[in-house]
């Protein structure tokens, strides 16, 4: 093994062997290629790119629907909620409907249901957080038998037979529980808590229905396993940290399984026990009982290299972490895992002792660009910081320098906060970091003069701007954080592997918790909040930094797509989301004002094709759908959606005709498909 590095903001090694081998440049899009789309995220590097030329610059506006499949046969969704993109192999879509996250199959030319899976009920399901966040299924053939794989909300996996939705046979074990099958399933928790001191210190048996007890913490899935060289791995997903109140909570532990068997094959411990790399980042005992630093968006790998790149998020809890002191391992980082072994081969760290709920929240992205004439394999994070991370996917060399750059401290009793943070120095930031007084709308003196009255109740400040308790002796509300997301699940990243140009979607916005002691919020019957231990400070009244007059209080624009040269790290261009929404547009205290395009208040769904870049304008943008030229970001064509886009976009080629899919959503359609093909 390669000695690590010691220092914080580089890598900490990587494994020999097979993963430092000599291999030829990973295919990244093979499947979408070839007019499949095996993986959420079109390839295992999730690139979200299709291959495909059938559509065009010339014949997009010729563009009909073809079908629609309704979510809302699935139970009741909420508006927004439900994200899944379909995966589409051997001539049929598969994807996730509703909150119990039923397993469909669908006919790809007609959206005729041919199948469907659901899971039994378990008050682990009642207590589920992120039910409808599934965002699709996992696929893998064995034995020349296709097989779909599946992590439900109560947090058992599943191995459904492709061509019928029965569970597998032989595979996994027997669930006691009435209704469940008897093989084909997994239950997961008990692999997950087996070698954890708490559970271990529990005093009572496990209850399959129940799962983890609440004391000790809770634990769901918000994205499908990926399957990786006959491995099924599996992350997770905690409650959201801004409801915690608490200080305890099971650790998001990374998992594999054989994908033939079901049989558990490890393990990786993303709060470092002792002994374990990491492990002295973590003080005051915090990681005995601290949990969470789950993987809630989505893995992606490279089976070439046999690695799985995990994006995880902060630890318990958000916007406190004055009982965890320490920069705490292995939260908010980039994870890259050997899938044979579970072992560590780097990871990097993106945010510090994480309180600003600055999780990664998108898939890493890998591809193969030209640097300074030389071939690299690299794998892009793009955070709600407004970074591109980037890195050798191999080794986890920074690609371009990052640089670790102090950053203000905290005045919140207890806090301890690193006094520095990595800032990549390539690429550009792709979105506004940090708000002054120059960065408020200006279309009127007026709006401009609330904007400033507005503005002065909070602590404005730069990226990595510390929260401030209320009650701070200086009178001020609260603080504000910018962004709040710059990058986020509801627009995941895409990129085109044939060029290297990565395409971001990216919102501005702006957040001010309001921080206060966690007993004053706490609600014992709030299936939402976990633990025994009251946190000092906790999270009340989110987001109520608001601009004048029902309008943003920053300038425009709201929401654009960035693309960005990953050969050189330069941005190429950048376009709005949609055009300026009629709420600003015909705004009353707008009117006679030119207003520049300000985009939509949403994240774009977006998705590459060899000759165009896709987008739908997101959960508040209007039911459009655009095509963009790849090298100038010009919009060339738009068409009529039945409603908004979210999150899932993919196409596929079927009988000879290639379709766009777009998962849709709106008060008559939640969590439903459109297909679109030419006429």
Same mark, same amino acid.
């Given at each position: 093994?390669?000695?690590?590095n ?5 890598i ?8 430092? +081998? ?11 290629a070839?007019?499949e ?12 790119y ?55 199959a ?8 041919l ?23 996992a696929?893998?053939?064995i ?8 992590i ?61 007890p609440?004391?000790?913490g ?23 940290? /801004? ?10 532990d ?5 994908a033939?068997t ?34 809630? +968006? ?17 630890p ?7 009982f ?12 890259a ?41 690299i794998?892009v ?16 060399e ?24 990595p ?8 979105e ?32 990595f ?13 609260s603080?504000?954080s ?75 624009? /709201? ?7 990953m ?26 004002v ?82 679109l093909?030419?006429?």
């Amino acid at each position: 093994m390669l000695a690590c590095n010691a220092a914080r903001f580089l890598i900490a090694c990587a494994l020999a062997g097979a993963v430092l +081998a000599p291999a030829q440049a990973a295919a990244q899009a093979d499947g979408a290629a070839a007019g499949e789309w095996r993986y959420i995220g079109g390839d295992a590097g999730h690139t979200r790119y299709s291959g495909l030329d059938q559509i065009n610059a010339g014949n997009f506006e010729e563009l009909e629907v073809a079908w629609v499949w309704r979510g809302d046969n699935f139970g009741p969704g909420v508006l927004g909620v439900s994200r899944a993109t379909p995966i589409y192999v051997d001539g049929v879509l598969y994807t996730v409907a509703g909150e119990r996250r039923t397993v469909v199959a669908i006919e790809p030319a007609t959206g005729e249901t041919l199948w469907t899976y659901r899971e039994p009920h378990t008050t682990r399901f009642d207590r589920g957080m992120r039910n409808g966040y599934g965002k699709g299924v996992a696929y893998a053939e064995i034995d020349g038998r296709g097989v779909i794989y599946i992590i439900s909300p109560a947090f058992f996996l599943y191995a459904l037979d492709a061509r019928t939705g029965r569970p597998l046979e032989n595979w996994g074990e027997a669930v006691p529980l009435p209704g469940f099958p008897q093989s084909g399933v997994v239950d997961l928790v008990p692999d997950l808590i087996r070698d954890w001191g708490p559970w271990q210190s529990w005093d009572g048996p496990y209850d399959a229905d129940f799962g983890i007890p609440r004391e000790l913490g809770h634990i769901t899935s918000s994205s499908p396993p990926i399957v990786v060289n006959g491995v099924v791995v599996v992350g997770n997903s905690a409650e959201q940290g /801004y409801y915690q109140t608490r200080i305890e909570n099971v650790p998001g532990d990374i998992m594999g399984y054989d994908a033939r068997t079901g049989e558990h094959l490890w393990k990786f411990h993303v709060i470092p026990r002792p002994g374990e790399f990491g492990h002295e980042t973590w003080e005051n005992d915090a990681w005995q009982w601290t949990g969470d630093i789950s993987s809630w +968006a989505p893995i992606s790998a490279d089976p070439a290299r046999g690695l799985v790149y995990v994006p995880t998020n902060p630890p318990t809890i958000d916007f406190y972490g004055g009982f965890r002191p320490g920069d705490g391992l292995f939260g908010t980082s980039v994870i890259a895992l050997d899938v044979a072994t579970g072992e560590r081969a780097w990871h990097f760290q993106t945010v510090h002792h994480d309180i600003w709920n600055y999780d990664n929240p998108t898939a890493p992205v890998t591809l193969n660009v030209t640097v300074d004439g030389r071939l690299r394999e690299i794998v892009v994070q793009t955070t709600k910081q407004g970074w591109a991370f980037t890195f050798d996917r191999v080794t986890g060399e920074p690609i371009w320098p990052i640089e670790e750059r102090p950053v203000p401290q905290s005045e919140v009793p207890g806090e301890r906060l690193s006094p520095t943070q990595p800032m990549p120095t390539r690429p550009a930031a792709f979105e506004m970091q940090g708000l002054t007084e120059d960065d408020l709308i200006d279309f009127t003196p007026e709006l401009r003069a609330e904007a400033l009255e507005i503005a002065g109740n909070y602590r404005l400040g730069p990226i990595f701007n510390p929260p401030i308790q209320r009650g701070h002796p200086s009178g001020l509300r609260s603080f504000v954080s910018c962004p709040n997301g710059a990058s986020n699940i509801f627009g995941p990243t895409a990129a085109d592997p044939e060029t290297g140009i990565l395409y971001v979607s990216t919102r501005r916005g702006c957040r001010s918790e309001n921080i206060v002691p966690g007993s004053l919020i706490d609600e014992p019957n709030d299936i939402k909040t976990t633990g025994r231990t009251f946190a000092d400070f906790a999270v009340l009244n989110r987001g109520d930094f608001r601009g004048p007059r029902g309008l943003p209080i920053f300038k425009p624009p /709201y929401s654009r797509i960035v693309a960005i040269d990953m050969n050189t790290g330069e941005h190429l261009w950048e376009t709005p989301n949609g055009d300026t929404p009629d709420n600003i547009r015909n705004h009353p205290a707008l009117q006679g004002v030119d207003i520049p395009n300000t985009g939509r208040l949403a994240h774009a769904v977006t998705m590459v094709t060899k000759t165009l870049v896709i987008t739908a304008e997101g959960i508040a943008g209007a039911p459009r759908l655009h095509a963009l030229d790849k090298r100038t970001g010009e919009r060339i064509g738009t068409v009529d959606l039945p409603a908004s886009g979210q999150y899932g976009m993919m196409g596929y080629l079927h009988e000879g005709r290639q379709y766009i899919v777009v998962q849709v959503a709106g008060p008559d359609l939640p969590g439903s498909l459109a297909a679109l093909r030419l006429p």
